[in-house]
């Protein structure tokens, strides 16, 4: 008998190794869709994890931000290298004085500046301490005033930084909490390179959420990774992970956020001449009305573009200035319709938060208006309060139809199960078989 209850205890002990191993294995599978949440703030952080802080889980409240209103500016492919930067300079000046001028305005002032890739023409950077960060970024968008050096930048990842170490990129998000080092490095570009380390750049991941206040979240893609998943899922860094993380931060983790402004460089309703991916249409279009998101910021066209379908504006903020203008080509079948404005030009877009109201102006690189819509108002305004509704009650289409992504989470469950259960029917029969031995 002694050996019977041993063996039998033998299948219980890898029985219940398989159950731990399958429970580990839903806790990594689960802990790839939490936010990213920002940190504590603490010395040398990033400026976006102490302006931000209060709002975002597992931080503690820090003398940052409150709420109310706010603005933001938004821009794309603007990251040129010396010498041919003209234009770049010309929209960063108009930057820093957006920034200057609406210091004063609380209701106005610029609470962050959304970057949305290609910031680094042609190939991207080499490392962590390479010059480009000082020569593109800090030295460029430095301002007259320690008001400009003091908004964090949201920035995205482009197919050009792609090209050359985008993990440094990612690296660069915590620099200012080692500025010697760069201050040995860049020695040569500047007399006080330790100041020029500003920690205003912040990119944690290459895909990230983060709250900007108490009813505004920005969610930034990593539209290259999720391009190449699409076509090469086997060579895919992250597993093809991107797509539920970000579904569940729009549908779950933030739905009852009711200002969802979704930050990508690949466009969707663009005119050209690059191709807007019909994945990224079929994928995205959908998700943003599920998710009651009114704004899709991008770039990779060099030009200004405002798009509208539903109540969703795709806002083509290419016009940085960093490599030279794009035009449409004609007879492309992606010259949509839905197009509301358009100018070949440089320049910003600047997002404003009133109220119950989300205003945007098209600027040009000498701050002219060309252009304003307005999303969460009049006949949108009814949209997306209803869609808030249905979302957060959690019976929306978008939510039912989300669901069959999250069978992804339990896999290592389903995988394992059968083995646990193979293995207690042995058990069990050998068991039997033993006691009719005996018998």
Sequence with gaps: MPAVVGGRSLQLRLAGAALVAAAAAVVVVVGVVEPIAAAAAAPGAPLAEVAFAAYNPGSRAASGEEGGDFCFISHGCWGGKSPRQQRQREVAALIARLIEDAAGRRDERIRFVVAAGDNFYPRGVRSVHDERFFTTFEGVYGGGSAAVRRVPWLVALGNHDHRGNWSAQVSYTHAARDPAVHARRWSHLTSDAAAAVTGRWYMPHPYYALKVSSDMVVVVLDTVLLHSCNAHPATCWDAGRQKAVVEDWLLRKYAAVPYKVVVGHYPVLSNGPHENFPWLQNWLTPLLARSCASLYIHADNHYLQVSKRGFQYYANSGGGGGAGLHYPLKGKSWVHKASV??????????????????????????????????????????????????????????????????????????????????????????YRLRGRRRA
């Design 341 to 430: 404005f358009q100018s070949f030009e440089t320049g910003v877009m600047l997002h404003c938060k009133k109220g119950h109201r989300l205003t945007h102006r098209v600027l040009s690189k000498t701050g002219d208006e060309l252009f304003s819509f307005a999303s969460w108002d009049s006949d949108d305004g009814a949209s997306l309060v209803q869609c808030l509704a249905r979302l957060t009650a959690g019976d929306s289409s978008g939510l039912q139809k989300d669901r069959g992504d999250g069978l992804l989470m339990w896999l290592p469950v389903l995988v394992l199960l059968p083995l646990v259960f193979l293995v207690l029917v042995s058990a069990k029969r050998r």
